[in-house]
């Protein structure tokens, strides 16, 4: 079944009985209705649009604190703000789908939304296809539990330990090459075991299952706050996370309302607040010439 919520009260409604769910929140859409667009005139055209009148976005809320859905169902993180003062700025009512990462290229090409709102990596393949703004500086961390187990104070340290990372991740392809590396120097290889999101990579940890939990920075921070494992190595192969459009127009509408996000202060102290770096460059629209 397809729920219906808004995603600033948590009051579900069913809508119909369609679409088959492939993971606990894959298919959930969100809709920011209590997040209502200025009044003021769109800054991009309704033919432009997938809904008139609004700016849909696909998101994955399992990363907390980038993007997750706490137990009534509310969107939150800083990709969900970001997306909210996006669309309001543009004078457009938010819509949020949420969706696996595997989806959201095909669905923006599909025109299923107007934006993903997920941190993409950019990467040479997707900027022949996409068109993409970087704004946060994504880096691996390494987490450890909080009492037991050998120290992990450098990148070395993880030679031979059993460590969990998300499937299909940067984090799962930086820890792999990084065991090439480990092999060519005759340091024994990690075991990698790989979960479906970065709530069973930690769990695997909390279980002892594995000596270290590899995940990005404002998760691995997160963890440490509430006191529950020890934010061990940070800041490892950083790259920048990007906003996703299949369209160059609403791109560049995108990137306009970002740069006064910049101007007036917005975007870095929003960056700030959940402990995220800045993408080098500025806001400027990459892809297909």
Known sequence: MTFLFSARSASPV???????????????VLLGAGAQAQ??????????????GFFVMATSPTLPPMAYADQKGVLKGLRIDLGYEIAKRLCLKP?????EYAAMIPGLQGKRWDMIDAGLFVTPERLKMLYMIPYENLAI????????????????DL???TISTDIGGYAERKMRDLNKDFQARGLKPMTINLFDNYATVYQALRAGQVDAAVSIDPVAKQYQDRGEFTHALSGMYATPGSLAFG????????????KEMETDGYLPKLLGEYGVGRAEGGVKVLGPN
Request: contains cysteine.
């Open 39 to 52: 009044d003021c005139k769109p800054k991009i055209a309704d033919a432009l649009l997938v809904k008139p």
């Open 247 to 258: 369209d160059k127009a609403v791109a560049e509408a995108v990137a306009g309302v970002m």
């Open 14 to 28: 069913l809508t119909r009985a369609a679409l088959k769910l492939s993971g606990a929140l894959a298919g959930l």
């Open 141 to 156: 961390s390494i987490s450890t539990a909080v009492k037991g187990g050998a120290p992990i104070t450098k990148v070395d």
């Open 95 to 99: 819509e949020f789908i949420s969706t």
């Open 159 to 161: 030679a031979g330990k």
